[in-house]
């Protein structure tokens, strides 16, 4: 769990340390998200432009690189993943070793669930009621040797069969509702994919030595496609695999954007999980 906090606040870091008043750094900032301090102060007013602000007059504006860097460390920090999440992962983590519920009422099962470990249990009554689970909706469920977090997923499963009903563990609180209003609520992360777009070209032997040769799609002469042309397509793959519906071009809020060898992802905690693997809430 700290490894993964340092290469989170690693990357992050070294995204700010090279960030200029730039079209990328426009891009970013006028990426709010959905919770707390979303936008940034200079943009209160006025319409945005790829390139910078535009006040109500139409002249175009540029906020200090130190501005835009204060305000996108803001962000990062307020998302960042916290030391107290122990409480959540403690519980979540924890080996059952049977349950057998018959026909036993939701609202015991998660007071059964509360008591399984330090973390505040919370379900979001509205929410569910919304995709027709209620506090007297039934539960029967056998399971041998799980986790919480994996009577968990059974137990939305069998509630809400086709994907409506989650959870999500963050500090000390574990929090049940509807996967909409999960969803709800988005977060920046920064993700380092240098490795995963390095590009390898091919060689061939030519009179006892190897030379490269050009790669299947395109490129320089020697094969060679410039980094920023396989961050896009990069991009475009994360945005069009992992939830196309919740993107901005879909009507959705997620964003995904490229910041040198990074992407920049504005998306609800299920895709994040999606994209780097399972990780708490901050």
Same mark, same amino acid.
């Given at each position: 769990?700290?490894? &993964?906090?340092?290469?989170? !606040?690693?990357? *992050?870091?070294?995204?700010?340390?090279?960030?200029?008043?730039?079209?990328?750094?426009?891009?970013?900032?006028?990426?709010?998200?959905?919770?707390?301090?979303?936008?940034?102060?200079?943009?209160?007013?006025?319409?945005?432009?790829? !390139?910078?602000?535009?006040?109500?007059?139409?002249?175009?504006?540029?906020?200090?690189?130190?501005?835009?860097?204060?305000?996108?460390?803001?962000?990062?920090?307020?998302?960042?993943?916290?030391?107290?999440?122990?409480?959540?992962?403690?519980?979540?983590? /924890?080996?059952?070793?049977?349950?057998?519920?018959? %026909?036993?009422?939701?609202?015991?099962?998660?007071?059964?669930?509360?008591?399984?470990?330090?973390?505040?249990?919370?379900?979001?009554? &509205?929410?569910?009621?919304?995709?027709?689970?209620? &506090?007297?909706?039934?539960? !029967?469920?056998?399971?041998?040797?799980? !986790?919480?977090?994996?009577?968990?997923?059974?137990?939305?499963?069998?509630?809400?069969?086709?994907?409506?009903?989650?959870?999500?563990?963050?500090?000390?609180?574990?929090?049940?509702?509807?996967?909409?209003?999960? %969803?709800? /609520?988005?977060?920046?992360? +920064?993700?380092? +994919?240098? %490795?995963?777009?390095?590009?390898?070209?091919?060689?061939?032997?030519?009179?006892?030595?190897?030379?490269?040769?050009?790669?299947?799609?395109?490129?320089?002469? %020697?094969?060679?496609?410039?980094?920023?042309?396989?961050?896009? /397509?990069?991009?475009?793959?994360?945005?069009? *695999?992992?939830?196309?519906?919740? &993107?901005?071009?879909?009507?959705?809020?997620?964003?995904?954007?490229?910041?040198?060898?990074?992407?920049?992802?504005?998306?609800?905690?299920?895709?994040?999980?999606?994209?780097?693997?399972?990780?708490?809430?901050?």
């Amino acid at each position: 769990m700290l490894e &993964r906090r340092r290469r989170y !606040t690693i990357a *992050a870091l070294a995204v700010l340390a090279s960030l200029p008043a730039s079209p990328v750094a426009a891009q970013i900032t006028n990426s709010p998200i959905s919770h707390g301090s979303a936008t940034p102060p200079w943009a209160s007013s006025g319409r945005s432009t790829s !390139t910078g602000m535009a006040n109500t007059n139409g002249v175009r504006t540029n906020p200090p690189a130190s501005a835009h860097r204060a305000w996108i460390l803001s962000e990062v920090q307020r998302t960042a993943p916290s030391r107290n999440e122990s409480a959540a992962i403690e519980t979540l983590e /924890k080996r059952i070793e049977r349950v057998s519920w018959e %026909d036993e009422p939701l609202e015991s099962v998660v007071e059964w669930i509360r008591q399984q470990g330090p973390a505040n249990v919370v379900p979001v009554w &509205r929410a569910l009621d919304d995709i027709g689970v209620q &506090r007297d909706t039934l539960v !029967t469920l056998e399971l041998r040797d799980v !986790t919480a977090h994996q009577l968990l997923v059974e137990l939305c499963d069998q509630l809400a069969p086709f994907g409506g009903m989650g959870f999500q563990g963050h500090g000390n609180v574990i929090r049940i509702s509807s996967q909409r209003h999960l %969803d709800s /609520k988005l977060y920046i992360r +920064v993700y380092e +994919v240098r %490795d995963v777009a390095f590009d390898v070209p091919d060689f061939i032997p030519l009179g006892g030595c190897s030379a490269p040769v050009a790669a299947a799609g395109g490129g320089g002469a %020697d094969g060679y496609i410039p980094l920023e042309v396989r961050m896009d /397509k990069l991009a475009d793959i994360v945005r069009n *695999a992992i939830a196309p519906e919740l &993107r901005v071009e879909n009507g959705g809020d997620c964003s995904v954007q490229v910041f040198k060898s990074s992407l920049v992802v504005r998306a609800p905690i299920s895709v994040h999980q999606k994209i780097g693997g399972d990780f708490y809430l901050p």
